[in-house]
């Protein structure tokens, strides 16, 4: 087993040929020198050294070794040197997203990540938020951006990023059928929402029972731009982030039912193991929360209610109804 004082104390001896210059250089008495490189030569079974000569040479097996050598103590100077930048990181990172976030600012994260670590490679995981925090609870993800609540906290840390407002949606074709009933439209469609272990899908449930309905009709589906398909294929009314289908709200692809009162908004996290690079870990999430806040920021700019006039459904209000002569 090579050990890195015994290979300090050849390569220096052989860089100043001598071994009092070699103990000044590492601050060893020239005893300590001499034992560290018989050491090394007992476990190469090779004399490294010509002793007799002045200055010191190294023997043609010790000029072999002494290129390898300097080789070995410039690599564990190299990994040294990663731990004194607390903030930078050069191998693959395991990222984990939930669709909502790769269909909306991601892009523009990678984009920024990349081009403030240079050297860093993204292997990126796209999964709904339990599935995401299993993986991350196995070391199998280094950071999330993901709904938080399913590790326990003492083992995690955070960043909280912009929220997403949640709306229902449907294809034009309903608008009519809809707009005439003042409660009619929460039983004349099944509702399509995120698959059953998502917390969207739990919060939608929760509403739908404030509302009165307590035994709804609900496609789940694992997928963002399933929902979205879907949804303006006619097939039930999609429970949807707004920010990520503003453009088919907008060209009337889609058409927004005016709530009596809001879904909960979605919010996410950059989750992150308190055991893994902590301050690179907090790099990275703060820097996704300005991404993440530079879109929310930049959509709601794009939500000019003019745009949207004439793309809401409003169900009729029981007082509405013209009252029988």
């Known amino acids: 087993m090579l050990d890195f004082k015994e290979l300090e104390a050849f390569v220096w001896a052989v860089r100043l040929g001598s071994f009092r210059k070699a103990a000044a250089r590492l601050h060893l008495t020239q005893p300590s020198i001499s034992e560290r490189i018989s050491r090394l030569e007992t476990g190469v ?47 693959p990172l395991r990222l984990g997203a939930i669709e909502t976030i790769a269909h909306s600012w991601l892009p523009d994260f990678m984009r920024c990540l990349t081009q403030r670590y ?71 469609l099944p509702f399509i929402s995120f698959g059953r272990k998502a917390r969207p899908f739990e919060e939608l449930v929760e509403y739908l029972a404030r509302q009165g309905v307590t035994e709804p009709r609900i496609h789940s589906v694992s997928t963002l731009m399933t929902i979205l398909r879907m949804t303006m294929e006619g097939l039930g009314i999609g429970a949807l982030p707004v920010a990520t289908v503003l453009d088919e709200w ?62 809401w459904v409003r169900p009729v209000r029981p007082e509405e109804h013209p009252k029988a002569l």
């Open 250 to 311: 907008h060209q009337g692809r889609l058409y927004r039912i005016e709530l009596p009162q809001a879904l909960p908004d979605m919010h996410y996290d950059v989750i992150w193991r308190k055991a893994s690079h902590p301050r690179f870990c907090r790099s990275v999430g703060l820097l996704a929360q300005q991404c993440a806040g530079r879109y929310a920021e930049s959509r709601g700019i794009d939500m000019k209610p003019s745009d949207f006039t004439g793309r």
């Open 118 to 188: 240079p050297q860093l490679t993204i292997e990126l995981s796209v999964d709904y938020s339990p599935a995401l925090n299993r993986r991350l609870a196995k070391n199998e993800l280094d950071i999330l951006l993901a709904m938080n609540g399913y590790l326990e906290p003492e083992s995690i840390d955070q960043v909280p990023l912009s929220p997403y407002e949640m709306g229902m949606f449907v294809s034009p074709d309903h608008v009519g059928m809809l707009s005439a009933s003042a409660e009619g439209w929460l039983r004349s």
């Open 45 to 91: 079974g090779e004399i490294l050294l010509e002793r007799s000569a002045r200055p010191i040479q190294p023997t043609m097996r010790g000029r072999e070794f002494f290129v390898h050598a300097e080789r070995l103590l410039h690599q564990r100077d190299e990994a040294m040197k990663l731990f004194e930048d607390d903030e930078n990181y050069s191998a």
